[in-house]
């Protein structure tokens, strides 16, 4: 009985040393070495070297001058800590009024944008987390980040057509745009948003 047990504390002794210290070290290390701004959260910098998030996580943009992101049902929003989606079926009538909502919404802010409001900058993800729109819903923002900026569309049209990712392995997913990382090229091209007043004066 006694030498069983011993066995039996030998083998958890080995077991948690194993896998419980051994590998997450091994495997952190490699992620060190072979793919360290991953490893450490994909983190973006601005021009001053300040992290202002991660290109693996979604945030919120709501001034004029930067494009937006899809909605999120992740606690208060874009909650890293609460990722979710809304639950809510095809039938609900609350998810269907938010969705109205949030087109009017996009229609008031967005008067020059082309077409009908696109679907997915009124729904959020499953996880409330993407951080990517499509090029055509980056697109349609367009008018409205020019003219809060005064700045050319077609300048912005050829940025968003820069920052266009493709599927991954070439065969996974959909060309997309992380919108953190297209912000903040925005930024490094054309400076911060100008003054609502300055931006009116320009023009679009």
Do not use: C
Not at 155 to 171: C, K, N, P, W, Y
Request: net charge neutral; hydrophobic share 40%.
């Amino acid at each position: 009985m006694l030498s069983t047990l011993l066995i039996a504390l030998r083998a958890s002794v080995v077991t948690l040393v194993l896998t419980g210290v051994m590998y997450p070290l091994v495997v952190t290390g490699v992620a060190q070495v072979l793919f360290p701004h991953e490893a450490n959260g994909s983190l973006a910098k601005d021009d001053q070297g300040r992290e202002v998030g991660s290109t693996l996580i979604g945030q919120g943009f709501t001034r004029p001058g930067y494009f937006q992101p899809r909605p999120s049902a992740a606690g208060a929003g874009y909650d890293a800590a609460a990722s979710s989606g809304s639950n809510m079926g095809p039938t609900s009538q609350k998810l269907r009024d938010r969705a109205v909502a949030e087109a009017d919404r996009l229609r008031r802010e967005n008067p020059e944008a082309p077409g009908p409001v696109p679907g997915e900058l009124v729904t959020a993800s499953a996880s409330g987390l993407d951080p990517h729109v499509s090029p055509e819903s980056a697109l349609w923002q367009v008018p409205r980040v020019a003219r809060a900026r005064g700045v050319d569309p077609a300048r912005l049209h050829a940025l968003v057509a820069s920052q266009v990712e493709g599927r991954t392995f070439g065969v996974l997913g959909e060309p997309r745009v992380n919108v953190l990382t297209l912000n903040l090229a925005m930024d490094r091209q054309f400076g911060g948003p100008v003054p609502p007043s300055a931006a009116e004066a320009a023009g679009p």
